[in-house]
């Protein structure tokens, strides 16, 4: 698991999950029914992410650390 990416984890009403978005993976994103599974399929997505990327000679971003919203 590559878990050095920033994951953003909230609750949608809309959706009655937890929605955890992997904002440096454009499109990365999970949810999950607990705070803890959507954080851990998070991190199952960013490999398949990854994974996917690396199979269409895409380009992987390197992870920056905590980004920084005005």
């Known amino acids: 698991m590559n878990s050095k990416y920033e994951i953003i984890i909230y609750w949608s009403d809309k959706d009655g999950f937890y929605i955890a978005e992997v904002p440096e993976l454009a499109g990365c994103m ?9 954080l851990d399929n998070a ?22 650390g905590r980004l920084i919203f005005a």
């Open 30 to 38: 999970a949810d999950g029914d607990t705070y803890a599974s959507a």
């Open 43 to 64: 991190q199952k997505i960013i490999d398949e992410w990854i994974e996917t990327a690396q199979l269409m000679n895409r380009p992987v971003p390197a992870p920056k």
